[in-house]
């Protein structure tokens, strides 16, 4: 019983006319998902500024827009499409749960309208491979159709007590997997959590110390609630040659909490995040773009290891064939960050 297609056919299109899939997830600087309300006509009208500040906008058709707006938001997605040239910036749309009564339409009305500009489709409530497969085979009879010259990816939320119980089925489902994105707030509520809030810490889940020799003060140190889920979301994703993301941080007046969790999941191995707020577009860049300090550093271990193997000490610290890769993941993503944006670029010396 197997329940993946033959290696051999495993990029063959799934539909007559489609394209080929791509064989690896397209390099490209993906710091924050932008998320735009496209119901909304003032800040559609404002998405001209904002594209060269982001790397990705997103339309959001999902959680946030009333049921009463779900149409006017696609249109209103299918219009801001239309009207600008994305260049370097990717374009993404959220669309409704496929459970949903908006699902299908905004699949066949946006791919029919807009499908040759769209980059990723993202897919909320993803609760196992079954939900790719169907998503992935619907995408490439749409781009048989529209005879479109290049896959649409697709990314998961992963927001559902069932789709972290199939996280690696849900990576390996589909040659069009582009990523997984970490959903706080439906988790929370899909595995019956207590907090209501969006992303970030709680205050009372944490360790106690235990009492010193002569009683006093015992610390209390919060921990973070999204670990254990993180953890499996970036081993899934990298296992699999996807690219794993923090959703989103939903308390905007605390700009120290979000830039803490950011920087949790960058250290984790994520590569971005979502941005709700514009004060959020900042915060993220500062975090996934990489301290120059770091870079530097990686720098000085790649010369002192020319061919990557061996051992050297830089400063006291051991280097060896281990170290030189993590100084090359640093210096990849260093270098994709340089291309985008020449202030960082003259900090990392590149
Ligand atoms: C995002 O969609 C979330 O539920 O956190
Ligand atoms: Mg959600």
């Avoid at 374009?91 to 980059?119: F, H, M, Q, Y």
């Amino acid at each position: 019983m197997t329940t993946s297609r033959a290696p051999a056919r495993h990029f063959a299109p799934l539909a007559i006319g489609a394209p080929e899939p791509f064989r690896q997830v397209p390099v490209r600087l993906e710091r924050m998902i932008h998320f735009v309300p496209p119901h909304n006509e003032k800040i559609r009208a404002r998405v001209g500024e904002l594209i060269p500040q982001v790397d990705v906008v997103l339309g959001n058709l999902e959680d946030a827009v009333p049921a009463d707006a779900k149409v006017a938001a696609r249109r209103g997605f299918i219009e801001l499409a239309r009207a600008h040239d994305f260049g370097p910036t990717g374009l993404w749309t959220r669309i409704n749960a496929l459970n949903s009564p908006w699902a299908l339409d905004d699949i066949l009305e946006i791919v029919a309208a807009v499908g040759a500009k769209l980059d990723v489709v993202m897919l909320p409530k993803v609760e196992g491979p079954w939900d790719i497969h169907y998503l992935d085979q619907l995408l490439a009879q749409l781009e048989g159709k529209h005879a479109l010259p290049r896959p649409i990816l697709i990314h998961a939320i992963l927001e559902t007590a069932e789709g972290v119980n199939n996280v690696e089925a849900i990576a390996r489902a589909s040659p069009r997997m582009h990523g997984m994105s970490l959903g706080p707030a439906d988790l929370a509520a899909s595995r019956g959590m207590k907090t209501t809030r969006v992303g970030g810490g709680h205050p009372s889940y944490g360790v106690l110390a235990d009492p010193g020799p002569g009683g006093g003060t015992r610390n209390f140190y919060q921990q973070d609630l999204w670990h254990y889920t993180l953890a499996r979301m970036v081993d899934a994703c990298m296992a699999f040659g996807l690219k794993p993301f923090y959703g989103p941080f939903g308390d905007f007046s605390d700009a120290a909490a979000c830039e803490a969790q950011f920087r949790n999941a960058f250290l984790h191995g994520c590569v971005g995040a979502w941005t709700l707020h514009p004060t959020q577009i900042d915060i993220a860049k500062r975090v996934f773009s990489l301290d120059p300090a770091e870079v530097a550093f990686a720098k000085r271990i790649v010369e002192a290891m020319p061919d990557g193997t061996g051992a050297a000490m830089i400063d006291g610290k051991m280097q060896d064939d281990a170290t030189w890769k993590q100084a090359k993941v640093i210096l990849d993503l260093a270098t994709l960050v340089a291309a985008r944006d020449p202030e960082r670029r003259a900090l990392y010396g590149l």
